[in-house]
């Protein structure tokens, strides 16, 4: 069975330092990666996905599939980026769920 | 831009009662999804629906859970007869499917939650 697993459950920063939210899986095949986010009061919403290889607010992730990880960067993290991550997996055998990590709390202080 | 909706916001109700968690997808979506959260907890995948038949359902979608869509527009989840332990935050999603029938790569739109809380 599918696995993410966020190493932190709390991670702060100061504004316009880097920042890199761990997330690391279990599944011996090709999974397809996500990272949502929830700011607060809001809903989750997707920030992006593995397949997609794009920047969104000035977020990467790459994913290592020797490390099987898929970590989350900003290079200048900002107030506004103040939310909590979530990573997921979905798999092409299971169809469409999506399996989370626990979720890291981000706090970009000023 | 078009929202999953859900309602209530927070509900009560007595151990051993009956209730059904009400969502309304995007409309042009074609799949389903309900996941829970436990307070502290990991967001957990419960079933995914499709084409009005359950897709998917996770071990924790016994016989006490059920979905339906009972209209073109709603999208419930009905627990039979509730536990302390099925408190928790529900979310609906829905996604397009359009991705070359893979759902996996669907983007996946959640709607803001339901708290369940079960006394």
């Known amino acids: 069975a599918q696995r993410v697993t966020q190493p932190e459950k709390l991670l702060s920063v100061f504004k316009g330092a880097p920042v890199e939210l761990k997330c690391n899986y279990s599944y011996s095949g090709s999974p397809e990666l996500f990272w949502y986010v929830q700011y607060s009061r809001q809903r989750l919403q997707l920030l992006l996905r593995h397949i997609s290889r794009e920047s969104i607010k000035g977020f990467t992730a790459d994913l290592n599939k020797g490390e099987t990880s898929f970590h989350l960067k900003k290079p200048f993290a900002q107030e506004e980026d103040s939310a909590m991550y979530y990573c997921?997996?979905?798999?092409?055998?299971?169809?469409?769920?999506?399996?989370f990590g626990e979720g890291t709390q981000l706090t970009v202080n000023p | 831009e078009p929202e999953v909706t859900q309602t209530p916001s927070h509900q009560v109700t007595q151990m051993g009662q009956e209730v059904i968690l009400r969502c309304v997808p995007i409309?042009?979506?074609?799949?389903f999804y309900w996941y829970r959260q436990i307070l502290g907890q990991k967001v957990e995948f419960l079933v995914s629906f499709y084409n009005n038949e359950i897709s998917e359902k996770s071990e924790i979608f016994d016989d006490q859970f059920s979905v339906e869509r009972p209209d073109g527009s709603n999208f419930t989840l009905k627990i039979r007869s509730t536990k302390l332990e099925d408190s928790a935050m529900y979310f609906c999603?829905?996604?397009?499917?359009?991705?070359?029938?893979?759902?996996?790569?669907?983007?996946?739109?959640f709607g803001p939650g339901t708290r369940l809380t079960v006394l």
């Open positions: 409309s042009n979506h074609l799949y």
């Open positions: 997921a997996l979905s798999v092409r055998t299971s169809g469409s769920r999506l399996t």
């Open positions: 999603a829905s996604s397009e499917g359009t991705s070359g029938g893979y759902r996996g790569l669907d983007t996946q739109y």
